[in-house]
């Protein structure tokens, strides 16, 4: 059967399709619980009272109808315009659905400012120090994950083992909180990027260590052949080879960890998701907070992804198809 599938692929592209818009039909229908909003036409209120059942069907047909049209419509475009399209409309959509909030602008205009002069600033601040610290910690993690030697490697090992294990959350208060009482006081903002930089370090450090090991020991020995040292070897030879595929999940650490910056705000630091919690509650708009922080962290991370794609065509260029 599946192979008489897979020999026409019109007919398969036909059920494909079908399917789809089944499982579209019934996720309309289950999330359609409001079947009086038929009420407001001219005529209906009698069959949305009588019927709802059927009225959230008819609902749900309409709804995927105008679906599949429009994936139809968006089929005669080129690629780029189908992105762009597809873009537009997904945020289009999410824009509505932030309307139906019935969202406080002028307050939104008051407050966002300060959110971006103040905790932009102190996100950006934490983020780009703990990943500079957080590189070079994997950097050095890596190296040592791949010694032969047993304490080093025990050394590396334990790291990585304790931090990926543990929450952030708890590592930014073991740090705030515990360190003083050994006689250590840290401040919120250091403790907050020392958190990051051991936790997303400890990641990372398996990252940097798969990326190394990739590259085929040809290339070590031919290094040696050149009479390059070993930290010759690694810089010169093995890290730019390796960096194609260190990269594509080195920069989702680190977008992750723009995002989990907000966690720092638990210790007092005035960053981004600290001064919306806080703003929001001088007039109890902690929405509006929340989804202008919401969309400055996704502004911010756009950012981020389209710097990973201009680095990952870089140095992907000797492997371009």
């Known amino acids: 059967m599946i192979r008489y599938l897979l020999q026409d692929t019109a007919r398969l592209q036909r059920i494909t399709l079908a399917l789809g818009a089944s499982l579209l039909c019934t996720v309309f229908f289950l999330l359609n619980q409001n079947p009086a909003a038929w009420a407001v036409l001219p005529g209906l209120a009698p069959w949305a009272e009588a019927a709802p059942t059927l009225m959230r ?29 597809v873009w537009l409309e997904l945020f289009a959509l999410l824009m509505l659905f932030f309307w139906s909030f019935d969202l406080s602008f002028s307050f939104i205009a008051k407050k966002i400012g300060f ?8 996100t950006l601040y934490i983020s780009a120090l703990s990943i500079v610290i957080a590189t070079v910690i994997a950097l050095i993690g890596a190296v040592a994950k791949m010694s032969k030697n047993g304490v080093i490697y025990g050394l590396a090992s334990f790291y990585t083992s304790l931090f990926r294990g543990l929450p952030l959350l708890m590592q930014i ?37 798969a990326g190394i090991e990739s590259i085929a020991r040809g290339q070590t020995e031919g290094a040696k052949a050149l009479a390059l040292s070993p930290a010759q070897s690694m810089v010169l030879v093995i890290l730019p080879q390796a960096m194609r595929i260190i990269i594509p999940p080195t920069g989702n650490q680190f977008i992750a960890m723009l995002k989990d910056s907000s966690l720092v705000s638990v210790v007092g630091v005035w960053e981004l998701m600290y001064l919306a919690r806080t703003q929001g509650q001088t007039e109890f708009r902690h929405i509006e907070m929340l989804i202008t922080a919401s969309m400055i962290y996704w502004l911010l991370s756009v950012g981020l992804e389209l710097a990973q794609a201009r680095i990952e065509k870089r140095f992907g260029r000797s492997n371009a198809r």
């Open 57 to 85: 069907l008819a609902t749900a047909a309409v709804l995927t109808a105008l679906v599949m049209l429009n994936i139809r419509l968006l089929g005669f475009l080129s690629r780029g315009a189908q992105i762009l399209g």
């Open 115 to 122: 959110l971006v002069s103040q905790g932009v600033v102190t």
């Open 173 to 209: 208060y073991i740090i705030y909180l515990g360190l003083p009482q050994v006689g250590y006081v840290v401040g919120a903002i250091p403790a907050g990027i020392l958190a990051l930089s051991l936790c997303y370090g400890a990641y990372m450090t398996e990252i940097f260590r």
